[in-house]
């Protein structure tokens, strides 16, 4: 995808009606908090010999088990009512672009929401929730940082808890 397209792109996935937040993994095990990810977004694979399609607002979690020839083995887990099953041959769709997976997050150092591309082979796992949860807030500059953030980093000012409207 070229960066002109990702520009168009991005601001779509800003307005978009649905979008689940969480927490996704890489290969590293290196945290990415996730403030959105498009309603596109899903896992496809086969449960008991049946082709399935689940959007990730369907899903509690999903864990990258192991490669499966040119797919993965996906553990996903039931958002309605938390059950657990294994699909083989799977793989993470986002809309026809089966390589990649947009997502949005909180910029640290600026406070503004940004979007990024995943290449779905570096995922381990995703946590997915509904809200992001409350996000700290500089009443001055009236910039948004994440949770874990105490000053700001460009005043220094002492944070203070809020949510985004």
């Known amino acids: 995808m070229t960066i002109f397209s990702c520009l168009i792109f991005l601001p779509a996935l800003a307005l978009a009606g649905e979008h689940t ?5 890489n290969k ?3 945290a990415i908090k996730v403030t959105g ?8 694979g086969n449960l008991k010999g049946q082709r399935v399609s689940l959007p990730f607002t369907e899903l509690k979690s ?20 938390e059950t657990s099953f294994i699909l083989n041959e799977s793989y993470i769709d986002h809309g026809n672009r089966r390589g990649n997976l947009l997502y949005s997050f909180i910029n640290p150092v600026t406070g503004n ?10 995922i381990k796992s995703i946590i997915l929730r509904d ?3 409350p996000l700290k807030y500089n009443p001055k500059t009236e910039m948004f940082f994440p949770q874990d953030y105490v000053y700001d980093p460009y005043t220094g000012e002492k944070l203070i808890w809020g949510k985004e409207e």
């Open 21 to 25: 937040a969480g927490t996704m993994f």
């Open 28 to 30: 590293s095990n290196q």
């Open 37 to 44: 990810f498009d309603d596109e977004c899903r896992v496809i």
């Open 62 to 81: 999903l864990q990258v088990i192991g490669p499966d020839n040119q797919y993965s083995i996906i553990k996903v887990q039931s958002r309605k009512n």
């Open 113 to 122: 929401q940004e979007g990024s591309w995943i290449n779905v082979k570096d």
């Open 131 to 133: 809200d992001f949860g």
